[in-house]
């Protein structure tokens, strides 16, 4: 396997952990049986669970990209060292995003991403 597919799995493990992350800290502050419920009234979560959910939910927008660029520059026949380079600046990036963004570190956090979306662009590069 590719290492970009490779990077794709390893990325969809991460979203994964991360949701389960965003769950268990949601869990801490309002219990199960809220999150359970219809969460018509459910209180608002804050401090670091609600720092997950929004690490979580800035990983679903960026990894539908990432996935759409792998799986075209396969598919395409274009994957190569760029594209390679491009997957794992985007996961590893992204892997140390989460814990930066639970800890709330903003400047580093913004750079962090910033690096995720350069290996965006490095894979979009390769197919145009």
């Known amino acids: 396997m590719s290492t970009d597919l490779t990077l794709l799995v390893w990325a969809t493990a991460l979203t994964l952990v ?26 608002a979560i804050s401090g670091w669970p609600d720092r997950a959910a929004r690490a979580h939910r800035n990983m679903l927008e960026s990894f539908v990209l990432f996935v759409a660029l792998v799986l075209v ?4 026949g274009k994957a190569n060292g760029m594209t ?7 996961f590893w990036a992204r892997l140390v995003y989460v814990p930066v963004y639970i800890i709330g570190i903003p400047w580093l956090r913004t750079g962090v991403w910033a690096v995720s979306i350069v290996g965006l662009v490095l894979i979009f590069l390769r197919l145009v």
């Open 18 to 43: 991360q949701c389960i992350i965003a769950v268990l800290g949601a869990q801490s502050q309002v219990g199960l049986p809220a999150l359970a419920g219809n969460r018509d009234d459910l209180p």
């Open 84 to 90: 390679a380079l491009g997957s794992e600046l985007f």
């Open 73 to 76: 520059a396969q598919v395409a």
